[in-house]
């Protein structure tokens, strides 16, 4: 193979963009493809397409049923040189939870060979990178370079052995709903014994018991019902939106409705309800996420009842990170809403 189409083929994946978080749907993936074909097939380098059926099978591996096929110009005749593939992939994910996944591939499988006045199919075998970008929940951008290497056993034209680089884009398409986390269940109150009756006492003029203030159960709402103004109090962190998302998720709603108890109680105090993300992604994409989702809580509040002139709404993205966004803890923690007491 020409060391020039390599470095051509490496430049090429290494701007290519990737796929999505942890998600164990089936999903189909269209792909068009350039093959940069062995010279001793004596064929021109072409265009071809490809259809992929994939499953995530645990969090760093996916698997693939690939059908490929292109037709090339056959130098020494008339006529295409045709190709056509059917083979099983591994695609191992690096970090899949990462904004942009590469993945490194590896493949077996059958490949039809055909020339006018002969045919021939044997055993087919790739290996290659790529990366992938989550577009939406349902879709990611993929791209990828391989080298394919097959074996014409009965030499029909002219070598047994092939090797062709190949570079392909395209599309994963998610089948089905995504799976929603369920709402912890509460845990049903202890039966308790019943006293064995008493003599009824003389009626006493009936007392009206104090209003007792609900428990309040989260951290956040306990940190919340003692803070004094300047306090800072993270309402919600890491996992409490969808992914890449200003969308709460359910175990976000408890603790949210608990920090509207305690505003309903204390009336003396306004907030400033301010957004952080960790540094995965574009730092001007990371800004208008984090004031999305500040916006997002602060829309909740007001929902309950809580009047919108105690509160106010800021964004600062990436900045401000109180945990290294090198590992997946620290960055859980820099994705956080913090309400400012003022």
């Given at each position: 193979?020409?060391?020039?189409?390599?470095?051509?083929?490496?430049?090429?994946?290494?701007?290519?963009?990737q796929?999505?978080?942890?998600?164990?749907?089936?999903?189909?993936a269209?792909?068009?493809?350039y093959?940069?074909?062995?010279?001793?097939?004596?064929?021109?380098?072409?265009?071809?397409?490809?259809?992929a059926?994939?499953?995530?099978?645990?969090q760093?591996?996916?698997?693939e049923?690939?059908l490929?096929?292109?037709?090339?110009?056959?130098k020494?005749?008339s006529?295409?040189?045709?190709?056509?593939?059917?083979g099983?992939?591994?695609?191992?994910?690096?970090?899949?939870?990462?904004?942009f996944t590469?993945?490194?591939?590896?493949?077996?499988?059958?490949?039809?060979?055909?020339?006018?006045?002969?045919?021939?199919?044997?055993?087919?075998?790739?290996?290659?990178?790529?990366?992938?970008?989550?577009?939406?929940d349902?879709?990611?951008?993929?791209?990828?370079?391989?080298?394919?290497?097959?074996?014409n056993?009965?030499?029909?034209?002219?070598?047994?052995?092939?090797g062709?680089?190949?570079?392909?884009?395209?599309?994963?398409?998610?089948?089905?709903?995504?799976?929603?986390p369920k709402?912890?269940?509460?845990?049903?109150p202890?039966?308790?014994?019943e006293?064995?009756?008493?003599?009824?006492?003389?009626?006493?003029?009936?007392?009206?018991?104090?209003?007792?203030?609900?428990?309040?159960?989260?951290?956040?709402?306990?940190?919340?019902?003692?803070?004094?103004?300047?306090d800072?109090?993270?309402?919600?962190?890491?996992?409490?939106f969808?992914?890449?998302?200003?969308r709460?998720?359910p175990?976000?709603?408890?603790?949210?409705?608990?920090a509207?108890?305690?505003l309903d109680?204390?009336?003396?105090?306004?907030?400033?309800?301010?957004?952080?993300?960790?540094?995965?992604?574009p730092a001007?994409?990371?800004?208008?996420?984090?004031?999305?989702r500040?916006?997002?809580?602060?829309?909740?509040?007001?929902?309950?009842?809580?009047?919108?002139?105690?509160?106010?709404?800021?964004?600062?993205?990436?900045?401000r990170?109180?945990?290294?966004?090198?590992t997946?803890?620290g960055?859980?923690?820099?994705?956080r809403?913090?309400?400012?007491?003022?």
């Amino acid at each position: 193979m020409r060391i020039k189409t390599l470095s051509v083929l490496i430049a090429l994946a290494g701007t290519a963009l990737q796929v999505h978080a942890a998600d164990d749907r089936l999903y189909v993936a269209p792909t068009v493809n350039y093959t940069f074909s062995d010279n001793d097939r004596r064929a021109d380098d072409g265009w071809g397409g490809g259809l992929a059926l994939g499953k995530p099978i645990s969090q760093h591996l996916n698997l693939e049923l690939s059908l490929t096929g292109s037709s090339l110009d056959y130098k020494t005749g008339s006529g295409n040189y045709d190709l056509w593939g059917l083979g099983v992939d591994a695609l191992y994910l690096f970090n899949r939870d990462a904004s942009f996944t590469p993945y490194g591939v590896l493949g077996i499988g059958a490949q039809y060979a055909s020339i006018p006045g002969k045919h021939d199919t044997g055993v087919m075998g790739n290996i290659g990178l790529g990366i992938m970008k989550r577009l939406t929940d349902n879709i990611s951008l993929r791209a990828d370079a391989r080298y394919r290497l097959d074996n014409n056993p009965t030499k029909a034209f002219g070598a047994n052995d092939f090797g062709d680089a190949i570079i392909s884009v395209g599309l994963n398409f998610a089948l089905g709903q995504k799976a929603q986390p369920k709402p912890k269940a509460e845990p049903a109150p202890a039966p308790v014994a019943e006293p064995a009756p008493m003599p009824e006492p003389a009626p006493a003029p009936a007392v009206q018991p104090a209003p007792v203030a609900p428990a309040l159960t989260t951290s956040p709402a306990q940190q919340l019902d003692k803070a004094q103004s300047g306090d800072r109090v993270v309402i919600l962190e890491g996992v409490n939106f969808e992914f890449d998302s200003a969308r709460l998720r359910p175990d976000a709603i408890t603790i949210l409705d608990e920090a509207v108890t305690v505003l309903d109680r204390r009336t003396d105090i306004g907030v400033d309800v301010v957004g952080y993300t960790d540094s995965t992604g574009p730092a001007k994409y990371n800004q208008g996420l984090s004031e999305r989702r500040a916006k997002s809580v602060y829309d909740y509040f007001v929902s309950k009842g809580i009047a919108a002139d105690r509160l106010t709404t800021k964004g600062y993205g990436e900045e401000r990170p109180v945990a290294s966004n090198a590992t997946r803890e620290g960055r859980a923690k820099n994705r956080r809403v913090e309400l400012v007491v003022k």
